[in-house]
């Protein structure tokens, strides 16, 4: 079964910055788009950012682009996003999600468990 | 404000049948048929019942459908279960970007 683990979530002061990882294993990690999303407290998800198989191509939530980077490691089978200039409204569990196939736009068969980041003073 | 737009919550007994409808845009679930249905249960990941509009995965009982006609999704959950009293989330493929609708509360009476 595919796995997805999320680390790297925490307490951080308004301004601060965070790197999520998300380690995968069990499917062909280059050969599939990966996504952010996440979840504020109480409220729906929200998809943050997606990247390519090879890494070349990003995508960007227009709430994050700009704060937010999206990496991968195919080597180490290792999602990333690097978040900086964080504000209080980032605060969300954050969830790695696979894409279901190798076509851009399909959407999000597996997800993590996620990671809990809090913006807070 | 969500990008697709559900009820906020539905109900039914078991047994019954309800429906959940995500109405998205033509730039979104009218253009593309990259739609999914998630299931949430409180504190656990989503969990995919339905994608490219009405296929299911393999381990999704068949009591989970989906459709679509022109900017409006719907699922379908036929012979209502306790279990299935969750959050369901629609999300389409939006070009370069994916939207999700805001939630529907299923409450199995």
């Known amino acids: 079964e595919v796995q997805l683990l999320e680390s790297g979530g925490g307490l951080v002061q308004p301004g601060g910055s965070l790197r999520l990882s998300c380690a995968v294993s069990?499917?062909?990690?280059?050969?599939?788009?990966m996504s952010w999303v996440r979840q504020a407290p109480g409220k729906g998800l929200e998809w943050v950012s997606a990247?390519?198989?090879?890494?070349?191509?990003?995508y960007y939530a227009d709430s994050v682009k700009g704060r937010f980077t999206i990496s991968r490691d195919n080597s180490k089978n290792t999602l990333y996003l690097q978040m900086n200039s964080l504000r209080a409204e980032d605060t969300a569990v954050y969830y790695c999600?696979?894409?279901?196939?190798?076509?851009?736009?399909?959407?999000?068969?597996?997800w993590g468990q996620g990671t809990l980041v809090t913006v807070s003073s | 404000q969500s990008a697709l737009t559900q009820p906020r919550s539905v109900s039914g007994s078991p047994g019954q049948s309800v429906t959940i409808s995500c109405t998205g845009t033509s730039s979104d679930v009218g253009d593309y048929n990259y739609v999914s249905w998630y299931q949430q249960h409180p504190g656990k990941a989503p969990k995919l019942m339905i994608y490219d509009v009405s296929k299911g995965p393999s381990g999704v009982p068949d009591r989970f459908s989906g459709s679509k006609s022109g900017n409006t999704a719907s699922l379908t959950i036929s012979g209502l279960q306790a279990e299935d009293e969750a959050d369901y989330y629609c999300?389409?493929?939006?070009?370069?970007?994916?939207?999700f609708g805001g939630g529907t509360k299923l409450t199995v009476l």
């Open positions: 999300c389409s493929y939006a070009g370069s970007r994916w939207v």
């Open positions: 069990r499917f062909t990690f280059n050969n599939y788009v």
């Open positions: 999600a696979k894409h279901k196939d190798l076509a851009v736009k399909s959407l999000f068969d597996y």
């Open positions: 990247i390519s198989g090879g890494g070349g191509i990003t």
